[in-house]
Nanobody, 125 residues
Framework: VQLQASGGGLVQAGGSLRLSCAAT????????MAWFRQAPGKERESVAA????????YYADSAKGRFTISRDSAKKTVYLQMNSLKAEDTAVYYC???????????????????WGQGTLVTVSS
């Protein structure tokens, strides 16, 4: 599975941005895609995840109420709609995928085998 992320950029605090991540290659089983982010000097942290079958979602506390993850199965693409952006949302955002994700592992970095290149989101205050 190869992942291609896009949609990052510069936005003012309070604004919105939508990230996209397109997957190529075979998907099967308990396939899920996720977004993680890494701010300068910090560990990579989970943001949101979605299962392909059933559409179960996971959100980190920092994303709840502001971010929405969705998928287009036909396009094998996952989206992250980010609203009410804050300066602390500034980070490189990475999409990830795996074919064996269970509910309890949706937000766990080590559960994902495939990673895309990052896309930078900068929120100016």
């Amino acid at each position: 599975v190869q992942l291609q992320a896009s949609g990052g950029g510069l936005v003012q605090a309070g604004g919105s941005l939508r990230l996209s991540c397109a997957a190529t290659g075979r998907t099967h089983g308990s396939y899920a895609m996720a977004w993680f982010r890494q701010a300068p000097g910090k560990e990579r942290e989970s943001v949101a995840a979605i299962k392909w079958r059933g559409g179960e979602t996971y959100y980190a506390d920092s994303a709840k109420g502001r971010f929405t993850i969705s998928r287009d199965s036909a396009k094998k693409t996952v989206y992250l709609q980010m609203n009410s952006l804050k300066a602390e949302d500034t980070a490189v955002y990475y999409c990830a995928a795996d074919n064996a994700i269970i509910s309890s592992s949706m937000g766990i970095r080590s559960a994902y085998s495939y990673w895309g290149q990052g896309t930078l989101v900068t929120v100016s205050s």
